[in-house]
């Protein structure tokens, strides 16, 4: 075993990684909660490209198989209703803990010097974590999900200029079918992977560059704090943390699982009702507020373009709030506590 | 002599918890004269026009998921208590390591 062992180190040096663990360390303050929404991220990252490979041995692609092999997996195979139901609810549990994390580091003003990147890959891989739940809710293939795509596909027409051919190029065509079907299958399970591992990698390689970000009271006051080691104290906390998680994702997965409606008709007019993912709701209903033409100017283009402003500036925070540590304001934390309170009214709104 | 016979009931065991599997397979598959010889034409597969509602079949399947998210829960349970242990022993240790530090900043109370 221990010739095993040294075999190994001598090829891999797997003994450095146990040492960085052991030497990293992370600060303990009452802002050290938020630390524990990263790791939570990626197991629910994890579960999903598990889970996601096991409903992809079964799935098809095309108009005719997409609802039926999704039927399939749901009644014929064992286990199969769960491992959706699992696939599913780990995607809402991932955007909504994505959501908390990047709130927390924007109202603790984490993004500050010298983590402006961290900020700005972190914002990327919530945009790519919202593409994977708008490429997979149309996988399905029912009514609801191909109204919904068709509703989602059309708000890029409202750009001038390269709107027309965004939605094209989103649908393969001019209107959702088949083709927009294969073509969300291959963006969900190829093209948005391979991005979300890229921005993974560099985001990892600048937390581990920086470190772990102090509070803003303790750099400024040059406050020294307390620190615990990242192997073992602060991975058993986590561990901790992943098992609530785990278990209340299977708690919910089992007694809440989504059902499937029937293959969606192309000819047929669209259901009443039409909602996105909770995720989206507080656009749709942003979309919905507008009327159709402010003086000569149609309203889905302010809305995308208020809307595009809103997500610039929030990518951009690190930048615009960009003054020394100790002279930070209260402008960008009030400006995420009203993008937070807006989001939730129209959310709420768009429940009702 | 005892190792021997804490493997055969191992085996035993093993081939037991295999036994109700293998029932199932030979009452599910039907022997080859009991297996219909005629081909069916292919026939056009029926549109489904219900949702498709995922939920126990039956009372076995609901009790099943019942006594699954018990021993869920009681398993996490489980393991918070030793992970709670294991972070006191870990926490001590390095508490000790603290003081011994000459460079140590002041001691703060512990962030709950």
């Known amino acids: 075993m221990t010739k095993l062992a040294a075999w190994f180190?001598?090829?891999?040096?797997?003994?450095?990684?146990?040492?960085?663990?052991?030497?990293?360390?992370?600060?303990?303050?009452?802002?050290?909660?938020?630390?524990?929404?990263?790791?939570?991220?990626?197991?629910?990252?994890?579960?999903?490209?598990?889970?996601?490979?096991?409903?992809?041995?079964?799935?098809?692609?095309?108009?005719?198989?997409?609802?039926?092999?999704?039927?399939?997996?749901m009644t014929e195979l064992p286990m199969g209703w769960i491992v959706r139901s699992i696939h599913s609810w780990?995607?809402?549990?991932?955007?909504?803990?994505?959501?908390?994390?990047?709130?927390?580091?924007?109202?603790?003003?984490?993004?500050?010097?010298?983590?402006?990147?961290?900020?700005?890959?972190?914002?990327?891989?919530?945009?790519?974590?919202?593409?994977?739940?708008?490429?997979?809710?149309?996988?399905?293939?029912?009514?609801?999900?191909?109204?919904?795509?068709?509703?989602?596909?059309?708000?890029?027409?409202?750009?001038?200029?390269?709107?027309?051919?965004?939605?094209?190029?989103?649908?393969?065509?001019?209107?959702?079918?088949g083709d927009t079907l294969t073509r969300f299958f291959i963006l969900h399970v190829s093209v948005l992977p391979l991005a979300i591992f890229l921005l993974l990698g560099v985001h990892f390689f600048l937390i581990q560059k920086h470190g772990m970000s102090l509070p803003l009271e303790a750099e400024t006051r040059k406050k020294r704090l307390r620190s615990i080691p990242f192997w073992p104290n602060f991975v058993f906390r986590e561990a901790?943390?992943?098992?609530?998680?785990?278990?209340?994702?299977?708690?919910?997965?089992?007694?809440?699982?989504?059902?499937?409606?029937?293959?969606?008709?192309?000819?047929?007019?669209?259901?009443?009702g039409i909602k996105p993912e909770w995720y989206f709701l507080f656009l749709f209903q942003t979309l919905k507020l507008f009327p159709a033409k402010v003086w000569f100017i149609p309203g889905e283009t302010i809305a995308v373009f208020l809307i595009g402003i809103g997500a610039l500036a929030f990518f951009l925070l690190p930048l615009i709030d960009n003054r020394p540590a100790e002279k930070k304001g209260r402008m960008a934390s009030a400006f995420v506590l009203?993008?937070?309170v807006y989001a939730l009214a129209m959310s709420a709104w768009s429940l009702l | 002599m005892r190792t021997t016979c804490l493997r055969i009931i191992a085996a035993?065991?093993?081939?037991?918890?295999?036994?109700?599997?293998?029932?199932?397979?030979?009452?599910?598959?039907?022997?080859?004269?009991?297996?219909?010889?005629?081909?069916?034409?292919?026939?056009?597969?029926?549109?489904?026009?219900?949702?498709i509602h995922p939920s126990p079949r039956n009372l076995r399947e609901r009790s099943a998921i019942i006594v699954f998210i018990i021993w869920l829960w009681g398993s996490i349970a489980a393991l918070?208590?030793?992970?709670?242990?294991?972070?006191?022993?870990?926490?001590?240790?390095?508490?000790?390591?603290?003081?011994?530090r000459p460079d140590a900043p002041p001691k703060e109370p512990p962030v709950r």
Not at chain 1, 148 to 171: C, H, Q
Not at chain 1, 253 to 265: H, K, R, V, Y
Not at chain 2, 80 to 100: G, N, P, Q, T, Y
């Open chain 1, 90 to 177: 780990s995607a809402t549990f991932m955007i909504a803990i994505l959501f908390v994390h990047l709130l927390s580091i924007a109202l603790t003003k984490a993004y500050r010097s010298p983590r402006e990147v961290t900020w700005m890959t972190g914002f990327l891989l919530l945009v790519v974590a919202l593409a994977f739940g708008f490429t997979g809710y149309l996988l399905p293939w029912d009514d609801l999900s191909l109204a919904a795509t068709k509703v989602g596909t059309d708000i890029p027409r409202a750009i001038p200029v390269v709107g027309a051919w965004a939605t094209k190029f989103l649908r393969a065509g001019d209107d959702v079918t």
């Open chain 2, 12 to 51: 035993v065991l093993l081939l037991a918890a295999g036994l109700p599997f293998a029932v199932q397979a030979q009452t599910d598959v039907p022997s080859a004269s009991q297996r219909p010889q005629v081909r069916k034409a292919p026939e056009k597969p029926e549109v489904r026009t219900e949702e």
């Open chain 2, 80 to 100: 918070l208590a030793v992970l709670r242990l294991k972070i006191r022993e870990v926490d001590r240790v390095e508490e000790f390591e603290h003081i011994s």
């Open chain 1, 9 to 73: 180190e001598e090829r891999l040096g797997l003994s450095a990684i146990a040492k960085f663990g052991a030497k990293k360390e992370v600060p303990r303050h009452k802002h050290t909660i938020w630390y524990y929404t990263g790791s939570a991220i990626l197991v629910f990252l994890m579960i999903q490209i598990v889970t996601g490979i096991m409903l992809a041995f079964y799935y098809r692609p095309t108009l005719e198989g997409a609802n039926e092999s999704i039927a399939r997996i």
């Open chain 1, 338 to 340: 009203a993008v937070i």
């Open chain 1, 240 to 272: 901790a943390v992943w098992l609530v998680l785990l278990g209340v994702l299977l708690t919910v997965a089992i007694l809440f699982a989504p059902s499937l409606g029937p293959s969606a008709d192309l000819m047929a007019p669209a259901p009443t």
